[in-house]
């Protein structure tokens, strides 16, 4: 893809934590708005902790929203250590690097997949069928989460973009660590972010208050994705049949 142009920019930040996901969601979209957005474009966000930042982008823009389903897999042994993510679309990441280190057998990293792959099953089962990534084919689309630690989620979610053939990815989360960043900007048109520690331990350090999104929660927030895309004029909507 093309050459990335990164920004990352404090000047909504009172302190070097958000509120909550709210918070962060509304001053990312007031960096976003900092150069125009093309009225086709598509948010999507990635479940659960996503969901409320790319709710407000879409809100801010008047653009269609979509969930994608991503999974991280993580080490056997560490959990919250990431080894590489699935996305939706049969799509699977691996660091292999980290395989080799931790010396995890190839049985151990495909039980993980397969675990996680089940749970990703599921979800796509309970929230509903989104939109078919083959139906982005030539758009382009902003990502959003609440944070990257690793990137390895964003990574699996941009791996699935790119096999749709979307026009042009942007990456938007409050906050990505240093190494999160070399990992994904390379991969996209466009990083967007307002802060970029030199040390992270985890995106929960940066959110005054971030609790854990219920699946209750989650169907609530995909009802208003749903009202959101339904909302949208042509040529912001996408089709939901496939193509």
């Given at each position: 893809?093309?050459?990335?142009?990164?920004?990352?920019?404090?000047?909504?930040?009172?302190?070097?934590?958000?509120?909550?996901?709210?918070?962060?969601?509304?001053?990312?979209?007031?960096?976003?708005?900092?150069?125009?957005?093309?009225?086709?474009?598509?948010?999507?966000?990635?479940?659960?902790?996503?969901?409320?930042?790319?709710?407000?982008?879409?809100?801010?823009?008047?653009?269609?929203?979509?969930?994608?389903?991503?999974?991280?897999?993580?080490?056997?042994?560490?959990?919250?250590?990431?080894?590489?993510?699935?996305?939706?679309?049969?799509?699977?990441?691996?660091?292999?690097?980290?395989?080799?280190?931790?010396?995890?057998?190839?049985?151990?990293?495909?039980?993980?997949?397969?675990?996680?792959?089940?749970?990703?099953?599921?979800r796509e089962r309970r929230y509903g069928a989104s939109v078919p990534l083959s139906n982005l084919r030539g758009r382009e689309v902003i990502v959003c989460d609440d944070g990257m630690a690793?990137?390895?989620?964003?990574?699996?979610?941009?791996?699935?973009?790119?096999?749709?053939?979307?026009?042009?990815?942007?990456?938007?989360?409050?906050?990505?660590?240093?190494?999160?960043?070399?990992?994904?900007?390379?991969?996209?048109?466009?990083?967007?972010?307002?802060?970029?520690?030199?040390?992270?331990?985890?995106?929960?350090?940066?959110?005054?208050?971030?609790?854990?999104?219920?699946?209750?929660?989650?169907?609530?927030?995909?009802?208003?994705?749903?009202?959101?895309?339904?909302?949208?004029?042509?040529?912001?909507?996408?089709?939901?049949?496939?193509?």
């Amino acid at each position: 893809m093309g050459q990335t142009s990164m920004r990352v920019s404090t000047p909504y930040l009172t302190s070097q934590s958000f509120a909550d996901r709210v918070d962060a969601a509304r001053q990312l979209a007031e960096l976003l708005a900092q150069q125009p957005v093309k009225p086709d474009t598509v948010v999507l966000a990635l479940p659960r902790g996503g969901l409320p930042i790319g709710v407000a982008i879409a809100q801010r823009f008047g653009l269609a929203l979509e969930p994608l389903l991503v999974r991280k897999l993580g080490v056997p042994t560490f959990p919250e250590f990431a080894m590489g993510a699935i996305a939706t679309g049969g799509i699977c990441v691996v660091d292999d690097a980290v395989v080799k280190e931790l010396k995890l057998s190839d049985e151990a990293v495909q039980q993980v997949i397969k675990s996680e792959q089940r749970i990703l099953d599921e979800r796509e089962r309970r929230y509903g069928a989104s939109v078919p990534l083959s139906n982005l084919r030539g758009r382009e689309v902003i990502v959003c989460d609440d944070g990257m630690a690793t990137g390895r989620t964003m990574q699996a979610a941009i791996a699935a973009l790119r096999a749709a053939k979307v026009a042009a990815i942007t990456v938007a989360v409050p906050v990505t660590s240093q190494a999160a960043l070399a990992r994904v900007a390379p991969l996209v048109a466009q990083v967007e972010s307002l802060f970029c520690p030199a040390s992270f331990d985890a995106v929960s350090q940066w959110y005054r208050n971030f609790p854990q999104l219920g699946d209750d929660e989650v169907i609530s927030l995909l009802s208003q994705v749903q009202r959101l895309s339904a909302s949208v004029s042509t040529p912001g909507k996408v089709s939901t049949s496939s193509s």
